[in-house]
């Protein structure tokens, strides 16, 4: 017979677990990558610019 079944403490849940069972922090860590990378991803793009030549 297995010793786990005849326990009485529970389990752990895992962090992932926990985590998915968030949705309003799932969504506010999707807000913050997607801010971070397109925030970084634009200032690269501005940063690697050649420099405009004036009239």
Known sequence: MD???TSDTPEEI???QRLYDRPFVL???GFTVM??????W????????????LP
């Open 35 to 40: 801010l971070v990378l397109f925030t970084g």
């Open 3 to 5: 010793d786990r079944s």
């Open 14 to 16: 895992p962090f992932l």
């Open 42 to 53: 634009g200032l690269w793009e501005v940063m690697s610019l050649p420099q405009a030549t």
């Open 27 to 29: 969504l506010a860590i």
